[in-house]
């Protein structure tokens, strides 16, 4: 696998640009074409390449084994790729189109190369008596924008230089081992996890639904190890109540030490009307992540019964009309939030990092597409159990549900599975949060094995399953089935055996103690 410095394009005017370094890419570099395919979907064009129709270019593509013989004494790959990062944000990358050649020029300098008192030309900006085009920058401010961390602070840098024509105040430089301990901080901070076995333990729990697994576990993977926000997606996931859609999310986020705050959708409503705005989702994030504001902004946040948003008025209170002020999360805007109505205390939430997980059963626009006897293969599935065939949801079904402007921005849109009574017999012996399992584990504890037999779990299966909330209930179907035999353990010394029956599944009382 190939690797490339990636680097974001901040115009200074129509035809002058500077570049932020802004993360390590891998994928596929294509030399004859001079462009780098990224392994998450993005292609940057080379910064020698000439082209200046692309926001995101690349420069200096090699390999992870080409950089470890540069780099012999550095041993582990996150130490490499941090080493291979700040060399080149150690350079200040600016450059002009040229109409005569009909390019893009680009100048990579290092910033050491400057001297402290230094104004150093670039052409950038501005003209000079032979109308060549030059812009001055102090050496001060070039080393600011060396210690940008972020490409935010990189633009509000840009746009002070520019509006005291390339002279900013700044404070004291920081000393160059300062900048390289927060890179230090900076890089440990990030969450180092393995798909493979964030995968395993989410198996270990839910059963019959791989593709949303494997989809949610991917994107949530892609969202937490990519530097650069456009690279993030959005989600939204499509299933029948009580399959699991939450839970699969739930796990993830446990797994990785993310905050996560649920909302439902049907409570808010367009901001100024009675009812929950959607500012306050972010409060609800906030409040999970305990006040940390930089844990909260990347955090997770789940939006339920989207479907329910559906609207023919587009000026309707509490339907498109909030889907529309979504539209500014989406775009990974920064929003005000409350963070205490009473005091009128309000925070800036940068939502730029924010994982949006939609969730939705969208019954009626299966019924439409039951009713009219579509059978398309798309997003979604479930049983029409008159014809014994699956209907599936489209992106076209939901941009005509939702509109085109909020789905367009829903970047990977997955499903959970109708379940079987074999896939609930499954969670019901498989699964670690089985209530079952747990009764087990319990009960072993103590000394005491349980014993269940096929037709018990039959049973309980069958009983657990509902058209309407799918599994959800089906702890609490286990729960009433063993109170009477947990009470008797409880009351009794020298219980060694506890078997239950397909009798204790029909009659809860007609189980036996050994």
């Keep these: 696998m190939d690797i490339a410095i990636q680097l974001e394009k901040i115009n200074l005017s129509d035809d002058r640009f500077l570049f932020k370094p802004i993360g390590v890419i891998k994928g596929k570099y294509l030399d004859d074409a001079q462009v780098f395919d990224t392994d998450f979907g993005l292609v940057c064009d080379s910064i020698e390449c000439g082209r200046d129709d692309s926001d995101y270019y690349f420069d200096s593509p090699t390999t992870i084994e080409e950089l470890r013989e540069k780099f012999g004494d550095v041993v582990e790959e996150e130490d490499l790729l941090s080493e291979f990062l700040e060399i080149a944000s150690s350079n200040l990358y600016y450059g002009y189109y040229d109409y005569e050649r009909g390019f893009l020029n680009v100048k990579k300098v290092p910033f050491e190369s400057f001297e402290d008192e230094e104004v150093i030309p670039l052409i950038a900006g501005g003209y000079d008596e032979n109308d060549n085009v030059i812009f001055t920058f102090d050496s001060k401010s070039l080393k600011e924008l060396r210690e940008s961390e972020t490409i935010e602070d990189f633009r509000k840098n840009i746009d002070q230089i520019l509006s005291v024509g390339g002279m900013m105040e700044v404070k004291d430089s920081k000393p160059k081992e300062e900048s390289k301990k927060k890179m230090k901080v900076k890089k440990e901070e990030s969450k180092k996890f393995n798909l493979a076995k964030l995968r395993e333990v989410v198996f270990s729990n839910i059963v019959?639904?791989?593709?949303?697994?494997?989809?949610?576990?991917?994107?949530?993977?892609?969202?937490?190890?990519?530097?650069?926000?456009?690279?993030?997606?959005?989600?939204?996931?499509?299933?029948?109540?009580?399959?699991?859609?939450?839970?699969?999310?739930?796990?993830?986020?446990?797994?990785?030490?993310?905050?996560?705050?649920?909302?439902?959708?049907?409570?808010?409503?367009?901001?100024?009307?009675?009812?929950?705005?959607?500012?306050?989702?972010?409060?609800?994030?906030?409040?999970?992540?305990?006040?940390?504001?930089?844990?909260?902004?990347?955090?997770?946040?789940?939006?339920?019964?989207?479907?329910?948003?559906?609207?023919?008025?587009?000026?309707?209170?509490?339907?498109?009309?909030?889907?529309?002020?979504?539209?500014?999360?989406?775009?990974?805007?920064?929003?005000?939030?409350?963070?205490?109505?009473?005091?009128?205390?309000?925070?800036?939430?940068?939502?730029?990092?924010?994982?949006?997980?939609?969730?939705?059963?969208?019954?009626?626009?299966?019924?439409?597409?039951?009713?009219?006897?579509?059978?398309?293969?798309?997003?979604?599935?479930?049983?029409?159990?008159?014809?014994?065939?699956?209907?599936?949801?489209?992106?076209?079904?939901?941009?005509?549900?939702?509109?085109?402007?909020?789905?367009?921005?829903?970047?990977?849109?997955?499903?959970?599975?109708?379940?079987?009574?074999?896939?609930?017999?499954?969670?019901?012996?498989?699964?670690?949060?089985?209530?079952?399992?747990?009764?087990?584990?319990?009960?072993?504890?103590?000394?005491?094995?349980?014993?269940?037999?096929?037709?018990?779990i039959e049973e309980i299966a069958k009983k657990g399953l509902s058209k309407s909330t799918g599994v959800r209930n089906l702890n609490k179907t286990v729960k009433q089935n063993i109170k009477f035999a947990q009470e008797e353990v409880m009351t009794r010394d020298n219980v060694k055996v506890l078997k239950l029956s397909k009798a204790t599944a029909l009659d809860p009382r007609k189980y036996f103690l050994g």
């Design 208 to 456: 019959g639904q791989d593709e949303a697994v494997n989809d949610v576990t991917r994107t949530l993977a892609i969202n937490y190890t990519s530097i650069n926000p456009r690279s993030k997606n959005h989600m939204l996931v499509i299933g029948p109540s009580g399959t699991g859609k939450t839970e699969i999310i739930n796990i993830v986020a446990k797994e990785m030490d993310i905050p996560i705050f649920k909302a439902d959708a049907t409570a808010y409503t367009k901001a100024g009307y009675v009812g929950k705005d959607v500012p306050s989702m972010l409060t609800g994030l906030l409040e999970a992540a305990n006040g940390d504001i930089k844990k909260a902004q990347r955090g997770i946040l789940i939006i339920d019964e989207i479907d329910k948003k559906s609207s023919s008025s587009k000026d309707d209170v509490s339907g498109k009309s909030v889907l529309h002020s979504m539209l500014k999360m989406l775009d990974r805007d920064i929003i005000e939030v409350d963070i205490d109505q009473a005091r009128n205390e309000k925070m800036m939430f940068d939502t730029s990092n924010l994982t949006v997980i939609f969730m939705g059963s969208f019954d009626s626009l299966y019924e439409e597409k039951q009713k009219y006897g579509h059978k398309t293969v798309g997003f979604g599935k479930t049983t029409v159990e008159e014809a014994n065939k699956k209907v599936r949801i489209e992106e076209e079904d939901l941009i005509k549900w939702l509109g085109p402007e909020f789905v367009g921005r829903i970047d990977i849109i997955t499903a959970t599975n109708e379940l079987t009574l074999e896939d609930v017999k499954k969670i019901l012996t498989k699964s670690k949060i089985s209530q079952l399992n747990i009764f087990k584990e319990e009960l072993a504890l103590q000394g005491i094995k349980l014993h269940y037999t096929s037709g018990y």
